[in-house]
């Protein structure tokens, strides 16, 4: 069973991992097995695979939890950058395409910056942003806002949303760069 996220003290579960002790690995699997579970399999897109990632990838929190610097971002980023990037990995390494270029990629930086805010601050801030949000996106031209919908929310590649909206792959990156540039001016 897991705690709520801004009870969970994930820094201290990857100092106990770093420590040797195995009870803190667990925690963090039952805390957020589940969410990356989720995560690995909208990029690998294979349930099996994603199975795999996710064994791998907390044996690699585990024997490289002791590399974490709190200095440079929150422990539950890291968590979810280090599946992440063995995600991405297994994708290029099976030669299958891969639905991420830089700004997708930065997008889920992003994203996971904004859940690790999301763990420190009060919920009721959250959910006013998360109005915003939804406000900014209705401003965006219908096309424009399902392709944003379609790379973050389904997790479909730029080709993917050109294959499903019938457009250029060139227009489609162009559409999702300039949404993302509104959506950052309308938040600010």
């Known amino acids: ?22 009870a803190a690995l667990r925690a963090l699997y039952e805390q957020e097995g589940a969410r990356l ?18 064994h791998d990838a ?8 002791g590399s974490f610097d709190p200095f ?5 980023g890291w968590i979810y950058s280090v599946t992440r990037n063995l995600a991405l990995n297994a994708v290029r390494d099976g030669r299958r395409e891969v639905g991420m ?11 996971e910056a904004l859940e690790a805010w999301h763990d420190t601050t009060d919920a009721f801030d959250w959910r006013a942003s998360a109005g915003r949000m939804e406000g900014c996106l209705e401003q965006l031209e219908p096309v ?16 993917e949303i050109a ?26």
């Open 1 to 22: 069973m897991s705690v709520p996220v801004s009870d969970f003290d994930y820094e201290a579960a990857l100092l106990a991992c770093a420590a040797g002790k195995q």
């Open 37 to 54: 579970l989720g995560v690995v399999q909208r990029i690998v897109r294979d349930r099996a695979l994603a199975e795999d990632v996710l």
């Open 58 to 65: 907390c044996l690699n929190i585990w024997t490289r939890a």
């Open 72 to 76: 440079r971002g929150s422990a539950r």
């Open 101 to 111: 270029d830089d700004e997708m990629v930065q997008a889920l930086d992003v994203r």
């Open 144 to 159: 424009r806002r399902n392709c944003i919908l379609h790379a973050y929310v389904d997790g479909l590649s730029h080709g």
């Open 163 to 188: 294959r499903r909206l019938e457009a250029p792959l060139g227009t489609v990156k162009a559409w999702i760069r300039r949404s993302l540039g509104a959506l950052r001016e309308c938040m600010e």
